[in-house]
Nanobody, 128 residues
Framework: QVQLAESGGGLVQPGGSLRLSCAAS??????MAWFRQAPGKAREGVSC????????FYGASVKGRFTISRGDAENTVYLDMNSLKAEDTAVYYC???????????????????????WGKGVLVTVSS
């Protein structure tokens, strides 16, 4: 049974940093993606990594501030978030699939439905 678990969310001041973790179990995966959903807004792709080549992808709103990386433990991925802004406040989800997926596709609003496995999400609140 595939399970994904996010951790590391919380309250942080604007300009601060936070690290999110995603641990997946129950299968092997070719990559991992992070998404977020703010209140009243659609879920958006934040970042994605291909395990085979380490290629990473970022949404325009987080590029240069967020970094996705793979942990030493199998199927563990981190999202380092720096220079956080109030508009980064959202529930953050990690997601993946048993079938190899192209990050460029799954990070789109239509493509994200192609991922079968999702975590329950972790809340990140950026506020003073």
């Amino acid at each position: 049974q595939v399970q994904l678990a996010e951790s590391g969310g919380g309250l942080v001041q604007p300009g601060g940093s936070l690290r999110l973790s995603c641990a997946a179990s129950g299968s092997t995966f070719s990559g991992m993606a992070w998404f977020r959903q703010a209140p009243g807004k659609a879920r958006e792709g934040v970042s994605c990594i291909h395990f085979s080549d380490g290629n990473t992808f970022y949404g325009a709103s987080v590029k240069g501030r967020f970094t996705i990386s793979r942990g030493d433990a199998e199927n563990t991925v981190y999202l380092d978030m720096n220079s956080l802004k109030a508009e980064d406040t959202a529930v953050y989800y990690c997601a993946t699939d048993r079938v190899p997926f192209p990050c460029q596709v799954v990070m789109t609003s239509r493509g994200q439905s192609g991922l079968d496995y999702w975590g329950k999400g972790v809340l990140v609140t950026v506020s003073s």
